[in-house]
T-cell receptor, first 109, second 112 residues
Framework: QKEVEQDPGPLSVPEGAIVSLNCTYS??????FMWYRQYSRKGPELLMY????GNKEDGRFTAQVDKSSKYISLFIRDSQPSDSATYLC?????????FGAGTTVTVRA | SAVISQKPSRDICQRGTSLTIQCQVD?????MFWYRQQPGQSLTLIAT?????????ESGFVIDKFPISRPNLTFSTLTVSNMSPEDSSIYLC?????????FGPGTRLTVT
């Protein structure tokens, strides 16, 4: 079993829809949770960072962490074609990041 | 945050040769990391490089194949030695700033 499980998709949604992305994990020691966005042929870009259970909002993005269920989510509201990318969840107990497989999202205009 | 640059951005190399990838950060950082991202896959940590000490390699990666230098707090190099087609991948440099990690743009390596 992988430490971090993420559905690779692909996920295709119409412009304006809510995008919902999820990851589950097995390591209870993970304390810090991140979402990265990676455009084609680019390095991952840090989108959201959180370390506590609950919700964190940043503009159109909401990160949700449920430590009791070992489950994290990223929601993108009012999705735009520019949101088309691969989204990777990542988590760590110290400094070593464990990544999910990444979910490829396409937002159709 | 940190701004990270990598050189080269891409290269095509013949099997049996070596390539050195450079990573430059715009601020001093203690910890730098090297990752590999194989086609269609997620990121795998190769090693952690701290200035003034030997790099720490993850399981499945060895110093003879991936020697790393960390001469100062803003620079590191990763060498991919004796390359084979299986080494074709994107190699990414990352740094820790605060408790967050930032990535460079990556080096796309193709081995023929």
């Amino acid at each position: 079993q992988k430490e971090v499980e993420q559905d690779p998709g692909p996920l295709s949604v119409p412009e304006g829809a809510i995008v919902s992305l999820n990851c589950t994990y097995s390591n209870s020691a993970f304390q810090y949770f991140m979402w990265y966005r990676q455009y084609s042929r680019k390095g991952p870009e840090l989108l959201m960072y959180t370390y506590s259970s609950g919700n964190k909002e940043d503009g159109r993005f909401t990160a949700q962490v449920d430590k009791s269920s070992k489950y994290i989510s990223l929601f993108i509201r009012d999705s735009q074609p520019s949101d088309s990318a691969t989204y990777l969840c990542a988590m760590t107990a110290d400094y070593k990041l464990s990544f999910g497989a990444g979910t490829t999202v396409t937002v159709r205009a | 945050s940190a701004v990270i640059s990598q050189k080269p951005s891409r290269d095509i190399c013949q099997r049996g040769t070596s390539l050195t990838i450079q990573c430059q950060v715009d601020s001093q950082v203690t910890m730098m990391f090297w990752y590999r991202q194989q086609p269609g896959q997620s990121l795998t940590l190769i090693a952690t490089a701290n200035q003034g000490s030997e790099a720490t390699y993850e399981s499945g990666f060895v110093i003879d194949k991936f020697p790393i230098s960390r001469p100062n707090l803003t620079f590191s190099t990763l060498t991919v030695s004796n390359m084979s087609p299986e080494d074709s991948s994107i190699y990414l440099c990352s740094v820790e700033s605060g408790s967050e990690q930032y990535f460079g743009p990556g080096t796309r390596l193709t081995v023929t």
